[in-house]
């Protein structure tokens, strides 16, 4: 898998990593790029979990590599950087507990394995480790790398989630998947009023996407 990690992306990953080891704080890749290499493909659009202070490493990293803006979420621990023609967005690894009184979680620094835990498909919860003495170790609790060979798309059963699904079928990302405006409009309405944020974010990608 490794071998399909193009020279750009490789060397941007061991100025990653040494920053990481420098600040005593462990970073991986996470989510779609693992997922696409899997499939063959190294992409330019790159997630990456922070054990520690993603915002501390952010910070550090656009002055270390001269990259361009800083997009920062400090509530979520979550920033986003620009360099060349890669995309990086980086988050501290976290637990996100929902309360009904409330849209906005409950957030908490966490392990790898719990942030993995918090993701959509199974898919997407495979973690990349990009420390030199261990490059490239797959971390694969939910055994994403099984569902992809078999196509499957094994989710969590919450309502984020269940609208994880219509959008990702939608974007059409394996496969062609004809679905009507009305059916999916009655699929998600059941959670239109919902106070969960993340929740009503998704919702608001599948209508956009129903109608471009």
Do not use: W
Not at 22 to 33: D, I, P
Not at 48 to 73: E, M
Not at 84 to 99: G, S
Request: charged share 25%; hydrophobic share 40%; proline share 2%.
């Amino acid at each position: 898998m490794i071998e399909k990690i193009k020279k750009d992306s490789r060397n941007l990953f061991v100025k990653i990593s040494d920053l990481g080891i420098e600040l005593n704080m462990s970073v991986y890749v996470v989510g779609g790029y693992v997922r696409d290499l899997f499939l063959g493909n190294d992409g330019f659009d790159i997630d990456f979990v922070v054990i520690g202070d993603a915002l501390k490493f952010c910070k550090a990293l656009k002055k270390r590599i001269k990259a361009g803006s800083l997009v920062t979420f400090p509530r979520f621990g979550t920033c986003m950087l620009q360099y060349k023609n890669h995309k990086l967005e980086f988050v501290t690894a976290r637990t996100e507990i929902y309360q009904k009184e409330s849209r906005k979680p409950v957030i908490t620094k966490a392990d790898l394995l719990s942030d993995l835990s918090r993701r959509d498909f199974t898919i997407n919860t495979m973690a990349m480790d990009i420390h030199p003495d261990r490059f490239g170790q797959i971390t694969d609790p939910y055994n994403g790398r099984k569902d992809l060979k078999l196509y499957f798309l094994g989710y969590y059963h919450t309502p984020v989630h269940i609208l994880a699904v219509i959008f990702f079928l939608l974007s059409l990302i394996f496969y062609m998947y004809k679905i009507k405006k009305t059916n999916a409009l009655l699929t998600t309405s059941f959670i239109i009023t919902s106070k969960d944020e993340k929740t009503q974010k998704t919702l608001d990608k599948c209508i956009i996407k129903l109608y471009t």
